[in-house]
């Protein structure tokens, strides 16, 4: 996704491909904590300790997807006063 500012789009990146590294970090350090009580509740486990990751990936995603609405209505908004204008001509 291109972002207004060349900064702010390898910000966004960065912290979307850390939040995944610590989603899958969670996941894999719960699972072998919780490998000597079993499989099902290390499965369980790994689960628990990718939500916070997860729930960044979301935040970030929701930024994102925000962030795309707001140019799309900023060009439709363009593109209607183009047209108004034409009109009004």
Known sequence: MKLSSP???ILIN?????SWAF????AFIFFYLFLG????????ASFLGAT????LVLLIEYFL???EK??????QTKLLE?????KVS
């Open 70 to 75: 707001l140019n799309e209505l900023k060009k």
């Open 52 to 55: 916070p990751g997860l729930f």
């Open 7 to 9: 900064i702010l789009s």
């Open 23 to 26: 989603v899958f970090l969670g």
């Open 37 to 44: 009580i079993g499989v099902i509740y290390s499965v369980l």
């Open 82 to 86: 183009m047209l108004v204008e034409q």
């Open 14 to 18: 960065f912290l979307l491909g850390a």
């Open 65 to 67: 997807m925000r962030q």
